[in-house]
């Protein structure tokens, strides 16, 4: 499995890559049709907050736990667009993921020796 490097402090914050070599919460980022306000906001809370601050323990406005330790991240409460799914691992390290089953495929890879993580490109 791949994954980028996308920030460090405490905690190490790293994105799933699909097998085309793109980073789906990467390009939620740089999205043109979502609110600018919107990408601010999940841009500053997987580079700044959760670096510093790790998982959330409780659940915040735009942050909810789904299942299985997985937690869902919104650019707006209840909003429409679409969301950022990340969850963390031993060694304080958090991982944004495509979707519910890639904490399953992580541990696998993990468990297999198979993760291979790159530093983000500047954009």
Known sequence: MKLLRIAKGRWEV????????????????DQPGSRPETRVFLSRFLRVYLPLEGPPA?????????????FELRGQPG???????????????????????????YFAAKAARGLQISEEALR
Do not use: M, T
């Open 79 to 105: 909003g429409q667009e679409p969301a950022v799914l990340f969850f963390s691992d031993e060694g304080q390290r958090i991982v944004c993921a495509s979707g519910v089953d890639s904490r399953q495929r």
């Open 14 to 29: 790293l994105a799933e890559v699909d097998p085309g070599g793109s980073c789906p919460v990467l390009d939620l980022l």
């Open 58 to 70: 409780s659940s915040l406005p735009r942050c909810r736990p789904l299942a299985d330790g997985v």
